[in-house]
């Protein structure tokens, strides 16, 4: 992913929906509150325009945290959830690949845990797992063009195939699987450096 794709992403398209957010929400009445709960809320009184910008928000943020420069693989209880679920990292690339090249239009491609088994499945638009029962996101690549168009232009496979290899961060999505059996808490907005090492205590014990 370029330096130009990540700028404009993060500080034009992000943003873009973060502000938008911000406004509407304050015209909402939810002010303040945590962007899981705006999302979770909007959709409850049909808000599609509130909806549309704060799971956009959300779904971004915790985008970046699904990239590392730091290339790894998979370990420990999730390289075995990986094992049952798919045969192996290879055979999930090819479930994350196709399931990303199939789906039609804008929207976003996951690596879920639902229980204790995972799955790979895509969403339309700003739709994310919050709005979801019983699952937890463990990655996400987003679908939208303006993720891949100025590095691979309409080649949405080459992208996945280049984000597959490379961007994924493992560590995290071993948490997020942690969290979705009960060790842990989910990442939640905003991103959690801060709270990083607490978190990551928590979750090791
Ligand atoms: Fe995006």
């Known amino acids: 992913m370029s330096e130009d794709t990540l700028r404009f992403h993060h500080d034009k398209h992000h943003k873009a929906y973060v ?8 015209n909402a009445g939810l ?32 985008f970046w945290q699904c990239m ?5 693989r998979p370990s420990g209880a999730l390289a075995q959830a990986i094992d049952q679920a ?3 990292l290879d055979d999930l690339k090819k479930a994350f690949v196709n399931e990303g090249v199939a789906h039609f239009g804008s929207g976003w491609v996951w690596l879920a845990a639902e229980g204790e088994a995972l799955k790979v499945l895509s969403t339309h638009d700003a739709d994310d797992l919050l709005i979801q029962q019983g699952l937890t996101p463990l990655l996400v690549c987003d679908l939208w063009e303006h993720a891949y168009y100025l590095d691979h232009k ?10 597959f290899d490379a961007l994924p961060n493992w560590e995290f999505a071993g948490w997020q699987l942690a969290a979705a ?10 991103a959690p450096q801060a709270a990083g090492p607490d978190l990551k205590t928590a979750r090791a014990g």
């Open 19 to 26: 502000d938008k957010t911000n406004t509407l929400a304050k």
């Open 31 to 62: 002010e303040g509150r945590p962007l899981e709960d705006v999302v979770r809320e909007a959709r409850k009184r049909g808000d599609a325009g509130l909806f549309n910008n704060a799971a956009q928000a959300w779904n971004h943020a915790f």
């Open 68 to 72: 590392t420069p730091d290339k790894s």
């Open 86 to 88: 798919f045969g192996g």
């Open 154 to 163: 309409n080649d949405r496979k080459g992208f996945l195939e280049a984000w």
């Open 181 to 190: 059996q009960g060790r842990g808490e989910p990442w939640r907005h905003p």
